[in-house]
């Protein structure tokens, strides 16, 4: 069994920042990519962020240069900084981790429960 449990959402003021983290536990083996979705109500979930496990990023063009994913191998975890944040940055946010497990060892996509970030005044 593999969890990812996301922590760090809620309401903040426009401009303001929060952190998101993500943990990974369960009988991983390796974990490949972990990253970050949003969903905002009526729209698609779209990525955020994502990282390798050797450090390599991408980010969605809405907010480079205003959130920054990092991750903690040792730990499992993945964390996304958010910073100057805008009403549409409102969604629930999934953690997502590419890993291979104990029991398969063949790569699979796993993902967090959600956590709700609001942006308003």
């Known amino acids: 069994q593999v969890q990812l449990v996301e922590s760090g959402g809620g309401l903040v003021q426009p401009g303001g920042s929060l952190r998101l983290s993500c943990a990974a536990s369960?009988?991983?083996?390796?974990?490949?990519?972990m990253g970050w979705y949003r969903q905002a109500p009526g729209k698609q979930r779209e990525l955020v962020a994502a990282?390798?496990?050797?450090?390599?990023?991408n980010y969605a063009d809405s907010v480079k240069g205003r959130f920054t994913i990092s991750r903690d191998n040792a730990k499992n975890t993945v964390y996304l900084q958010m910073n100057s944040l805008k009403p549409e940055d409102t969604a629930v946010y999934y953690c997502?981790?590419?890993?291979?497990?104990?029991?398969?060892?063949?790569?699979?996509?796993?993902w967090g429960q959600g956590t709700q970030v609001t942006v308003s005044s």
């Open positions: 997502n981790a590419e890993l291979r497990t104990i029991a398969t060892m063949k790569p699979q996509d796993y």
């Open positions: 369960g009988s991983i083996f390796s974990i490949n990519a």
């Open positions: 990282i390798t496990s050797g450090g390599s990023t």
